[in-house]
């Protein structure tokens, strides 16, 4: 059985970098895609964006493309969202998930469509001056 | 703004029926997948697929879909089910790879 084990909080002053941390444990983690999700206070989730860790193929959200970096240590388990320069904005709540594939075959083309099985327990950032 | 379209609010009387819906035209081509997230926790996978669950999560939960609609639904509502809760699926433009509903907050009275 996977578990994600996230780093811990985190606070830091706008315009710092900051690089939090997933941790995978129980099953192969290189075979799955692992996700981040951001929920600000009092918000809903938005889906940020996704990496395989096999080969470290990476997907991103149009909303965050740019403005976090995901990476992956096959070697250690571990995928890793990153900001060069944060805001107050960001501050928010950060889950990592397994994402799980389910393809749809249209005519000649596959499509894959995601659902999140295991989360980890989030990591708080607070981003003020 | 998210594609998937909730309702913010849905309450229910316990052991009663409830029905979670979420609209979006990605339903037309793809399934929903639901999480249940309660106040200070992680969100939990409750519903996947056309309507499977993970272990553990009790059979008064299925999900289900109809045209750009996809539906949770409790049965026999339980005061621990009182939660947040999210629909998930791909986005029918294909821009988005994954999209969330705005969530619906389910009181149990």
Redesign the interface.
Known sequence: EVQLVQSGAEVKKPGESLRISCKGSGDSFTNYWI?W?RQMPGK????MG?IYPGDSET?Y??AFQGQVTISADKSISTAYLRWSSLRASDTAMY?C?R??P?S?V?GLKT???????V????TTVTVSS | SSELTQDPAVSVALGQTVRITCQGDTFRSYSASWYQQKPGQAPLLVIYGKNNRPPGIPDRFSGSSSGNTASLTITGAQAEDEADYYCNSRDSTGDHLVVFGGGTKLTVL
């Open positions: 996700g999700v809903g989730l938005e889906w996704i997907r959200s149009p889950y998930a994402h799980v389910i749809v249209r499509y894959f469509y995601y659902y999140m099985d989360w980890g327990i989030g």
